[in-house]
């Protein structure tokens, strides 16, 4: 059942929120905050937001400071728009913690440099000489710890073959196709 024919369900029976809420396993403040958030923005306070609502670092300020005074914290998140009252606290202690920003958590991958086979079977035999010192092969190659320990990996499983290590993606021309290009 989703949250709006639970609401609905809710609003047709005699049953109270506690006892609704237990026969369709639902707790009920979770089913006190759909209320809330359908009374105060209809269908869409009630619709599971693919996207992250974005709140300026003022906007973000002045909330907490006003819930930090003493103000209802129901009628804050009315007033700025704020989705539950656990992220105006959440707000709260990254505010006392000097922690409180506009970003986003969400780390960017780094993409890896490329790096060629002649330039993999180098690190590889720098790790093997170096009594498997993956770490020290990161710093002295700048490439990623997972890639080295792969690379090795690949190099052991493959009895010790350095083929283990090439690049096999993409289509390869037969020799015939080169011979009529040139």
Same mark, same amino acid.
């Given at each position: 059942?989703n949250?709006?024919?639970?609401?609905?369900?809710?609003q047709?029976t005699?049953s109270?929120?506690?006892?609704?809420a237990?026969?369709h396993?639902?707790?009920q403040?979770?089913?006190t905050?759909?209320?809330r958030q359908?009374l105060?923005?209809?269908?869409?306070?009630v619709?599971?937001?693919?996207?992250?609502?974005? +709140?300026?670092?003022? @906007?973000?300020?002045e909330? $907490?400071?006003?819930?930090?005074?003493?103000?209802?914290?129901? !009628?804050?998140? *009315?007033?700025?728009d704020?989705r539950?009252l656990?992220?105006?606290k959440?707000w709260s202690?990254?505010y006392?913690?000097d922690?409180?920003?506009?970003?986003?958590?969400k780390?960017?991958r780094?993409?890896?440099r490329?790096?060629s086979f002649?330039?993999?079977?180098?690190?590889?035999?720098?790790v093997?000489d170096?009594?498997?010192? +993956?770490?020290?092969? @990161?710093?002295?190659?700048? $490439?990623?710890y997972?890639r080295?320990?792969s690379?090795v990996? !690949?190099?052991h *499983?493959?009895?010790?073959?350095?083929?283990?290590l090439?690049?096999?993606?993409g289509v390869?021309?037969?020799?015939?196709?080169?011979?009529?290009k040139?």
């Open positions: 059942m949250r709006l024919e639970l609401l609905y369900g809710y047709k005699e109270g929120l506690k006892v609704y237990d026969m396993h639902v707790n403040n979770t089913m905050r759909w209320i359908f105060l923005h209809g269908l869409a306070g619709r599971h937001r693919s996207l992250n609502h974005r +709140y300026s670092l003022n @906007t973000k300020i909330a $907490v400071k006003e819930y930090q005074a003493g103000f209802p914290g129901e !009628k804050i998140i *009315e007033k700025y704020i539950s656990s992220q105006l959440q202690i990254q006392n913690n922690e409180l920003k506009t970003k986003s958590r780390r960017v780094k993409m890896g490329k790096v002649e330039e993999k079977c180098k690190i590889v035999q720098w093997l170096h009594d498997n010192d +993956y770490q020290g092969a @990161t710093i002295q190659f700048n $490439v990623s997972q080295v320990y690379w990996r !690949k190099y *499983e493959a009895a010790d073959s350095w083929e283990a090439k690049d096999n993606r390869k021309r037969p020799d015939d196709i080169k011979r009529f040139n």
